[in-house]
């Protein structure tokens, strides 16, 4: 079994994080992209330890992406997007997913999200290990009532079971629980520094998919930020360097090709009683007396 173990690891290890619209490590939310919003992320996964290139380097390959909102509709949403983690043999991997957002279909209804992520392009064999993981998820959410934020619970399912054996050899996780929480928005509204938010997230599962994250993401502006903090692996046998911890450090841009609406005027203000302009009084017929 340790003969056959090594290189799963290698191509796990290249491809634990391909990116839906996610909220830390997991795509624990059940949030889209808007119509014709590309969204941008660089995101880097990394950890003290022999430099990059070197045996037993704590270092994710590089992940560039693209996610863009595809359906012009209210109720119904649905994002696609691809990834590059370079360097690799095969960087590139796909994903979608499609949603309700929140009340949209009865009052306090939660926003639900079901999709697809991991989807490489090259295939497993029963002698060569590929790209095709598969991850079928689903995910319901909702803001937190008078306090902002949201708690989201969910969970998902691989299509290919040889790209989730654990690293030790105890067998296959190709399902498990999927959750994340984010916290309200926190003010800054420093001319360099919009907001920033705390949230945390987990996917379950002994293998390279499973771990906990939690960061704190700084918003410059509503379409440019940077998420950092701590991913936490349940399976560190089967992550570069055999690391238990990592740090991410994740840019994301979002770049809308649609011209935001214009501002609806506000409306005159209502005179008041005293500014209320006044009839034209006349004289009596005839004079006064």
Do not use: C
């Not at 359906?71 to 949403?77: C, I, M, N």
């Not at 926190?186 to 938010?197: G, S, T």
């Not at 499973?210 to 950092?228: E, M, P, Q, R, W």
Request: no cysteine; charged share 10%; net charge negative.
């Amino acid at each position: 079994m340790k003969k056959t173990a090594l290189p799963l690891l290698v191509l796990t290890a290249l491809a634990a994080h391909a990116t839906p619209t996610t909220t830390v490590w997991a795509p624990s939310t059940t949030g889209i992209q808007p119509f014709l919003t590309p969204h941008l992320t660089y995101d880097t996964y990394f950890w003290k330890g022999p430099a990059a290139g070197q045996a037993g380097s704590p270092l994710y390959p590089i992940t560039t992406g693209l996610t863009m909102g595809v359906l012009p509709f209210d109720s119904v949403q649905l994002e696609v997007g691809f990834d590059l983690l370079l360097p690799s043999s095969d960087p590139a991997l796909f994903n979608a997913k499609v949603g309700v957002p929140e009340d949209k279909l009865f009052s306090f209804q939660p926003s639900l999200a079901f999709g697809i992520y991991g989807v490489g392009t090259k295939k497993s064999t029963d002698t060569t290990l590929g790209t095709d993981y598969n991850i079928l998820y689903a995910q319901a959410q909702h803001s937190i009532p008078g306090v902002g934020g949201f708690v989201s619970v969910g969970g998902y399912y691989a299509l290919q079971d040889k790209l989730f054996q654990a690293s030790d050899g105890s067998g296959t996780a190709r399902s498990g629980f999927i959750g994340g929480i984010g916290s309200p928005d926190i003010a800054i509204n420093a001319p360099w520094l919009q907001k920033i938010v705390v949230s945390a997230d987990v996917q379950t599962g002994k293998n390279a998919f499973g771990a906990f994250g939690g960061a704190v993401s700084v918003y410059f502006t509503d379409k440019v930020s940077v998420l950092t903090g701590p991913v936490y692996f349940f399976d560190p046998g089967s992550q570069p360097g055999g690391k238990q911890w990592m740090w991410t450090m994740q840019l994301d841009i979002d770049m809308p090709l649609l011209p935001t609406p214009a501002a609806a005027p506000a409306p005159a203000p209502a005179a008041t009683k005293a500014e209320a302009p006044q009839p034209e009084t006349k004289p009596a017929a005839g004079g006064s007396k």
